[in-house]
């Protein structure tokens, strides 16, 4: 960690300076953390449809960038072939109730207020087949 | 049969004035450990020889050469669309950034900065490895990369994922302040708890 170290004087003359080094460690990359992308499977596929919106709220509460695409909201069950699909979108208002889109705006609200009242810290707890992700206020 | 390696385009009163083996280009593609700071199309590489190539049909390999001087056309052209693209969006996203030349996307990454000084950068990077993933990061200054959380093949991958990209200061963590106080004296008030 930190240590003592001498610096010698900046002209070439006079005494030495005592200072104390502290290292920079290096960070990863910042994520922009999808829960799900254009390029992957649907949840119906790879999990179950119920599972998308636990995996989404584990997102909402990602300390990171995050990202959607309308067919993990709408829990659309297949994977679009983007090069090749014609169809257009059909647009849903925000009071809809047809797929989770509604309770993640909720979701990612609540993760803004908190960050807002200082809870900055996160757990992950995994038992067998779930997770939680608790936010603590840090003392 | 097998996947084509080339678009052949039309010869029309467009093309036919050209060398008729100029005619196909060849499609872009990944091959599996790729060394992404080497170009795949070019010698000493046999890839496409081999057909080792999973090729995308829907896209064609050009030539930037070792800088504009070897193709000043494409390099004009495409830096124009960079910055056109760049007073228009406020973000960009790199498809497959490993598979652009480090020297093109830095040219017209820079390029497109002088317009849209916040322009942020998100890709979709798979070098293979962290420190390349930090080489193409800090040369191109991209600002995010994309990750996956269906990547996550089971409970356990899933939460390594949500702890490695999600989790920014960990509960109990004992920041290096904290420890720096105490190493000083400066302060006799414990700066961690454990909940």
């Known amino acids: 960690m930190t240590s003592i170290e001498e610096l010698p004087p900046p002209t070439g003359k006079g005494p030495v300076r005592s200072c104390i080094i502290s290292p920079l460690r290096g960070s990863s990359p910042h994520a922009l953390f999808f829960d799900l992308t254009h390029d992957n499977e649907s949840p119906l596929h790879k999990r179950s449809a119920e599972d998308a919106l636990s995996t989404g709220a584990l997102i909402a509460f990602s300390g990171s960038a995050i990202g959607s695409t309308k067919g993990f909201d709408d829990l659309y069950p297949k994977l679009l072939d983007l090069v090749g699909e014609k169809r257009l979108y059909e647009v849903l208002g925000i009071d809809e109730t047809q797929g989770i889109g509604k309770a993640k705006r909720i979701l990612n609200h609540l993760h803004t207020q908190m960050v807002l009242e200082g809870y900055a810290e996160g757990y992950v707890h995994q038992e067998n087949d779930v997770r939680l992700m608790i936010l603590l206020l840090p003392r | 049969m097998v996947d084509t390696y080339f678009t052949r385009l039309p010869r029309n009163d467009v093309t036919s004035k050209f060398n008729p083996t100029a005619l196909a280009l060849a499609n872009n593609g990944w091959i599996w450990n790729a060394d992404p700071l080497r170009n795949f199309a070019l010698l000493p590489s046999k890839a496409y020889l081999r057909r080792e190539v999973i090729v995308w049909g829907d896209c064609v390999k050009l030539r930037y050469g070792a800088g504009p001087q070897d193709n000043p056309w494409l390099w004009e052209y495409m830096q124009n669309y ?14 497959n950034c490993h598979s652009t030349p480090l020297h093109v996307g830095v040219a017209f990454l820079d390029a497109a900065r002088v317009v849209n000084p ?15 993933d930090i080489h193409f990061v800090s040369r191109l200054g991209i600002n995010s990369l994309i990750r996956e959380a269906y990547n996550g093949h089971d409970p356990k991958e899933f939460s390594r994922l949500l702890y490695r990209f999600g989790v920014d200061r960990s509960v109990g963590k004992i920041s290096k302040f904290c420890a720096y106080c105490e190493g000083l004296r400066l302060a006799q008030v414990p700066c961690m708890e454990i909940v």
Request: with cysteine; proline share 0%.
């Open chain 2, 82 to 95: 960079v910055v056109g693209l760049a007073r228009t969006f406020d973000g960009f996203r790199i498809d």
């Open chain 2, 118 to 132: 916040n322009l942020y950068i998100c890709a979709e990077l798979f070098t293979g490895n962290e420190n390349m």
